[in-house]
């Protein structure tokens, strides 16, 4: 390989990473001053009403929340438990995607709406007490509540995805769909980049693969990256199974389920189509 050959893959092959929005709160408004009348605070001060007893600590206090107790489960767990948690928040209401497997931020805040209504220290962590509680209130999630096959239905295939061996990226539903001779092998959940960095649209074919790839511009893991056009991979992101679709790559496809992620990357071989569709 020539030197010039090596230096176009390095610049070709440096990946993609995400980035985020935000937003900021608005400042409640102060309550209304009021004052009463002054004949009213005249009598008031002839005729002082007789002395009241003070309310008892027990009739004022707030209930305090039941202390934690020991961690299972916290920011950064991965795993079959955390997809099973997911999935009993789910059921109640308090986590609103399909289980990933992966304890990011969404977790965490349904975690802490979870103890928040059942009088719980909102720590955010799973531990003994609120996994316990957690557990009474909900069933043993079915096979397809821990595993469904993408969030939102996969698209129809596009006719290019019809024959031969092809990675079927639906922009539209935000799904791609691993198809073989018209077969629908897998389907996951996908995100893509922004309007400023988007992914490329069109028929492409794999042509590297790196399983521990990490991106050379940006220094950010890129696991089972599966390369189609210059620095645009199919892969992994650790940031899209923690916040979701609050956020985009930088023209990278990403996937959130590190599971279907890595069998998918097992079975894909160089030359493999790739179509990138709405």
Known sequence: MTAVTVLTLAATTAGCRTHASGGSAAKPSSPPKTSAPAADDAK??????????????????????????????????????????????????????????????LTVAAVQSFQGKRGLSRTGRTDTVTWQKLVAMTRKPTAAELNPPTSRPAARPDKRCMTGRVLCISKNSRTLSWMIDGRVVSSMDVRFGSQYTPTREGTFSIYWKSRHHVSTIYHTAMPYAMFFSGGQAVHYSADFAARGYNGASHGCVNVRDEGKIAALFDQVRTGDKVVIYW
């Open 44 to 105: 008031a001060a002839a005729t002082p009403s007789p002395p009241t007893a003070a309310p008892s600590p027990s009739a004022t206090a707030a209930p305090k929340p039941a202390p934690p107790g020991r961690t299972l489960l916290a920011t950064g767990s991965e795993g079959n438990q955390v997809r099973e948690l997911q999935a009993r928040l789910r059921q109640i209401g308090h986590f609103h995607r399909s289980p990933t497997g992966y304890y990011g931020t």
